[in-house]
Nanobody
Framework: QVQLVESGGGSVQAGGSLRLSCATF????????MAWFRQGPGKEREGVAG???????TYADSVKGRFTISQDNVKNTLYLQMNSLEPDDTAMYYC??????????????????????WGQGTRVTVSS
């Protein structure tokens, strides 16, 4: 059974940092493209960052230079290092896995429809 389990969320002040983790179970990690999404209060879910099996990354413009996606292929774990956090980063953060590309980058890596599996989310709150 495929499971994605996020952790690391919390409350921080603007300018602070958090590191999110997503532990994965039940599938061959290297055969999936992995990504982070977020959904802020009153907003639609949006793609934040993605990474392929070789470590090539994609970022939303809103987080470039502040967030870094990475992975540990031995631990089958995905990470999101978030620095210089802003109140607009407040959201529930989800990790997601896309299986149909064999670990390569999807056509639209930051769009929800590409993804087959989702975690339950971890909440990030950034205060000003």
């Amino acid at each position: 059974q495929v499971q994605l389990v996020e952790s690391g969320g919390g409350s921080v002040q603007a300018g602070g940092s958090l590191r999110l983790s997503c532990a994965t179970f039940g599938y061959t990690y290297s055969m999936c493209y992995m990504a982070w999404f977020r959904q802020g209060p009153g907003k639609e879910r949006e793609g934040v960052a993605g990474i392929d099996h070789d470590g090539s990354t994609t970022y939303a413009d809103s987080v470039k230079g502040r967030f870094t996606i990475s992975q540990d292929n031995v631990k089958n774990t995905l990470y999101l290092q978030m620095n210089s956090l802003e109140p607009d980063d407040t959201a529930m953060y989800y990790c997601a896995a896309a299986i149909k590309y064999g670990g390569n980058t999807p056509t639209s890596p930051l769009l929800e429809y590409e993804y087959n599996y989702w975690g339950q989310g971890t909440r990030v709150t950034v205060s000003s």
